[in-house]
T-cell receptor, first 115, second 116 residues
């Protein structure tokens, strides 16, 4: 079964500092990986995805992630944090079921941005 | 309306009530999903519908009953719920295959359910 593990349920950074949110995956097949963000009282919004091809993927709001097969990782980064980045972030891996596709999520990382 | 909408946004119900959650997608997708988000637990996939046919049911109790009358609408019928069913219920949709946005799931804002 495919799964993802997010290290650190809470991360705190200063405004303007680097954001690094960690995600490691377990998969017996080449994984399709996603990062979602959830703001308070809202649903999940897709930040970026990796399917095939270029291992460095860029997403919305200045975020990017790098797929590293040797490390089974897909960490999310942003060079300079902004107050508006404060939210919960979820890493996910997709399983193809032949019909709909099943997303398996990590437990989430709450990002706090301080002045 | 755009994207994925869910109604109601908040619902309080007693354990003996019957209620329904509604989800509508305006994206032309052909798969829809129900997820449960509880505090301190990972998001749990409950049901998957592809081309209006249920393709996955993740051992969800029978007090939750999904319905997908067409590719744009998804319902979750609730009856005799338990307090532990209190959670945020999220609906999502996707295109199953084909095109650059295949496999991307788009989520609604959720229904915050409280069972008393």
């Amino acid at each position: 079964a495919q799964s993802v593990t997010q290290l650190g349920s809470h991360v705190s950074v200063s405004e303007g500092a680097l954001v690094l949110l960690r995600c490691n995956y377990s998969s017996s097949v080449p994984p399709y990986l996603f990062w979602y963000v959830q703001y308070p009282n809202q649903g999940l919004q897709l930040l970026l995805k990796y399917t095939t091809g270029a291992t460095l993927v860029k997403g919305i709001n200045g975020f990017e992630a790098e797929f590293k097969k040797s490390e089974t990782s897909f960490h999310l980064t942003k060079p300079s944090a902004h107050m508006s980045d404060a939210a919960e972030y979820f890493c996910a891996v997709i399983t193809f079921t032949g019909g709909g596709n099943k997303l398996t999520f990590g437990t989430g990382t709450q990002l706090k941005v301080e002045l | 309306e755009t994207g994925v909408t869910q109604t109601p946004r908040h619902l309080v119900m007693g354990m003996t009530n019957k209620k329904s959650l509604k989800c509508e997608q305006h994206l032309g997708h052909n798969a829809m999903y129900w997820y449960k988000q509880s505090a301190k637990k990972p998001l749990e996939l409950m049901f998957v519908y592809s081309l209006e046919e249920r393709v996955e049911n993740n051992s969800v109790p029978s007090r939750f009953s999904p319905e997908c009358p067409n590719s744009s609408h998804l319902f979750l019928h609730l009856h005799t719920l338990q307090p532990e069913d209190s959670a945020l219920y999220l609906c999502a949709s996707s295109q199953v295959a084909g095109g650059p946005t295949s496999y991307e799931q788009y989520f609604g804002p959720g229904t915050r359910l409280t069972v008393t």
